[in-house]
């Protein structure tokens, strides 16, 4: 099941996507006069989730689905979360990324956080300010946390994972690169888009063994698969939960691929105004945004 969040006629809901459709699950829910979360984050919240979904789809009679249902062009997708408790991200933690910087992959996930006003959609801007020389991307598989959880082991860790997102790390290197913590240049405004749907844990199924690809201006720059993750999903939750209680709509970054600009020999290939940065995860889908100078933040997304 792939949950959009989405804006239409000037209101913000979210829904279920099936192929170039969206039911709106608030709608449906009041034309069955029944109760239910307002927003993806009260639904993980409050622990529902598929199988709670099937039932009020299930109730409802073919007339109600169609007036609760959208097609997915005449929709505006947004981020599927925007108020994360957590965005945690892990470095190097991709054995072909280490490898193409000539180091060894770490012994424990390496972690930085980004705070929540990063986040941005699909089709949104990468605002590249002007002080930012070395714009880079980051193409990541995105758990997102469905239960509050901590000291989980290993064996249990899977238990805790609602579903999967997107999310693009885009890191400023020039600033990342100059302080001992790469916060502060992975943290500005609009340098974590997400989505385009979160696919959930049951849907997905194992995930060591997606691919993972990155194009820039339809060039291919990423090309990887999830098995090559040095700690997977069940490690990296294990580790972390052993740090900081994880909670319900928590996004961890799993780490990039190979392929990064500042990576690229000869010459790294730095992101610039105008930029197409599109990437697909198999099972989730395609995220795509563009990148524009802080002072033409208004540059659409067809390039006009």
Not at 45 to 72: C, H, M, P, V
Not at 212 to 238: A, G
Not at 274 to 293: F, H, P, Q, W, Y
Request: hydrophobic share 40%; charged share 25%; aromatic share 6%.
């Amino acid at each position: 099941m792939k949950l959009v969040r989405f804006a239409i006629s000037n209101t913000v809901s979210y829904g279920v996507l099936e192929k170039n459709k969206v039911i709106c699950l608030p709608a449906l829910a009041e034309r069955l006069n029944q109760s239910f979360p307002s927003t993806i984050e009260l639904l993980i919240t409050k622990g529902l989730n598929e199988t709670n979904i099937e039932s009020l789809i299930q109730r409802a009679s073919q007339a109600d689905l169609e007036k609760a249902t959208f097609t997915k062009a005449g929709l505006n997708l947004l981020a599927p979360l925007v108020r994360p408790p957590k965005i945690i991200c892990l470095g190097l933690n991709y054995r072909d990324h280490a490898a193409e910087q000539g180091i060894d992959p770490p012994n424990e996930p390496v972690i930085f956080m980004k705070p929540r006003t990063a986040i941005i959609g699909p089709e949104e801007n990468i605002v590249k300010p002007s002080f930012v020389k070395q714009l880079d991307y980051e193409a990541e598989l995105a758990i997102v946390i469905g239960k509050k959880t901590k000291q989980a082991s290993i064996c249990d860790a899977e238990s805790s994972i609602f579903g999967y997102t997107i999310l693009n790390d885009v890191s400023a290197r020039d600033i990342q690169f100059k302080d001992i913590q790469w916060t502060k240049g992975k943290s500005l405004d609009t340098f974590a888009p997400t989505g385009p749907c979160i696919t959930t844990a049951r849907q997905i199924g194992k995930v060591g063994n997606l691919r993972i690809q990155t194009w820039v201006n339809k060039e291919l720059r990423q090309s990887s698969i999830t098995r090559n993750m040095v700690f997977n999903v069940s490690e990296i939750i294990h580790h972390l939960s052993r740090f900081m209680t994880l909670e319900p709509c928590d996004i961890i970054g799993t780490g990039t691929p190979a392929g990064v600009g500042f990576a690229i020999k000869p010459v790294p290939k730095f992101l610039k105004e105008g930029d197409m940065i599109e990437i697909e995860i198999e099972g989730i889908g395609t995220l795509r945004n563009k990148v524009a100078e802080e002072n033409n933040p208004a540059l659409g997304s067809d390039g006009d």
